[in-house]
């Protein structure tokens, strides 16, 4: 008699939207959905500082090929920014290395540096972090207390608005008081922009260090908090949106004959539909979802291709 178990049914190709608690890395999460899933199919797109919580899209399936081009898009964050302490990490999680009065920062020097950090900057991404150097990670480099040389980087901050600004005298190690400001902001940014480095950099141009307390991811691309499921509710009822259906809210979606179906299915080129050099999403007459596709020279080449 066979005592193999059945082999489980995947589950189908789609997003999952987690709402990530704090003090969990995003690799954290995706270990959890993929017990919870029930597949080893599973990504995520755009990572989240332990420290940070809010949205982050998780792939499982065959829309863990989606992952890569999801990164990309615009991410809208919730984040409050401490003005006269400086960290080695750019952010709660790091060491002190620097007190400084923020008593006399006033709200108008505020949003003065906050405009100059907004629109089209070069941000060198923090110390701590997962850009690599000569071929290994910043942060393995600076954990290993090598001081990393990182070369700025182009980004763009389509908004950052000031929402409150509060003033705190705190105590420091050695058992001073500091002044200090904390500034809560929405920030809008581009794929690749450091909060973090926000913060230290906004400390820095006011003379008085800074850095990042609280971060919350309200959005990436179309996905929002009003979509996104916490673990224990993921836990219960496994919400999977479906790959067409997270495809389409994201991309312009292109209908083809079933013609044109047949070859993109195949890999081949159709002519361009002027939807924009971005990915565009390919469906079939029957609505089924066929590939992802880019725009050049005329031409829309297949980024990826789904149909079986």
Same mark, same amino acid.
């Given at each position: ?93 790091? +060491? ?5 009065? $923020?008593?006399? =920062? #006033? !709200?108008?020097?505020? @949003?003065?540096? /906050?405009? %100059? ?119 219960? +009822? ?5 790959? $067409?259906?997270? =495809? #389409? !809210?994201?991309?312009? @979606?292109?209908? /083809?004959? %079933? ?50």
């Amino acid at each position: 008699m066979s005592t193999a178990r059945p082999r489980r049914t995947p589950p189908p190709s789609g997003l999952i939207i987690v709402d990530k608690p704090a003090d969990w890395t995003s690799h954290d999460v995706v270990g959890k959905m993929r017990g919870i899933a029930g597949t080893r199919k599973v990504g995520h797109a755009g990572t989240l500082d332990p420290m940070a919580t809010g949205v982050l899209v998780v792939g499982v399936e065959k829309a863990t090929r989606l992952l890569g081009h999801l990164a990309l898009t615009e991410k809208v964050y919730e984040a409050t920014i401490r003005l006269g302490v400086t960290t080695n990490t750019d952010d709660a999680e790091g +060491e002190v290395i620097a007190v400084t009065s $923020a008593g006399r =920062v #006033t !709200a108008k020097e505020v @949003r003065k540096g /906050v405009a %100059a950090l907004t629109g089209k900057i070069m941000q060198v991404p923090p110390q701590v972090s997962a850009i690599k150097v000569n071929g290994e990670r910043a942060y393995k480099r600076a954990r290993a207390g090598e001081e990393v040389e990182i070369a700025a980087r182009p980004v763009t901050v389509h908004e950052f608005e000031v929402t409150a600004i509060r003033r705190a005298r705190v105590e420091t190690a050695d058992a001073a008081v500091n002044d200090v400001v904390d500034v809560d902001a929405t920030v809008t940014c581009s794929s690749g922009t450091y909060i973090r480095a926000l913060a230290r950099d906004l400390g820095a141009a006011l003379g008085v260090g800074g850095h990042l307390t609280r971060l919350r991811r309200t959005r990436v691309g179309p996905y929002g908090l009003a979509s996104a499921r916490t673990i224990d509710e993921l836990a219960r +009822e496994c919400v999977i949106m479906p790959i $067409a259906e997270a =495809v #389409t !809210a994201a991309f312009p @979606r292109r209908d /083809v004959t %079933a013609q044109d179906a047949r070859l993109v299915a195949h890999g081949g080129r159709l002519p361009a539909a002027g939807l924009g050099p971005g990915p565009v999403g390919v469906f079939g007459p029957d609505g089924t979802l066929l590939a992802l596709v880019e725009e050049r020279g005329g031409t829309a080449r297949p980024l990826v291709v789904f149909a079986p």
